[in-house]
């Protein structure tokens, strides 16, 4: 609990690079259907995917939360692509960061994950629960 290794120490010297690594890296491309946007979030287990453009730069986020809105207001799914659901130019933060610095980011903008890029080049996404699992918080 007080050694350096613990929380405190964690902190210090952790970063956003040891956590998106081990995770998935979900996308779909903006014509994508509806049916690849869900299977994507589901099979990525980050509660988002990502929406790269045709040379594959990151471009948007859908999470399940935008999934769940577009429903709410949405009688229709037929012909629905990701480019109608995705939220352009997504929150993210480079892999170099530490991790307490996208704990507090998560925390400021109320949001569970963020995305890993360096120049709209996308690494993956770090999730609320990365880093909750390994005691930062």
Known sequence: RFHPGGALGKQ???RVSDFYKNNRRP???PDDSLQKVLISISSGRMGATVVLDAAD???GIITDG???RFFEKSSSMTGVKASDLMHPNPRSIGPDKMAIEALKLMQDLSISQL???EENNYLGIIHLHDLIREGIV
């Open 12 to 14: 210090l010297y952790l």
């Open 115 to 117: 995305v890993v890029a």
């Open 57 to 59: 730069r990151l471009t």
């Open 27 to 29: 996308f779909v491309y």
């Open 66 to 68: 935008d999934l769940r």
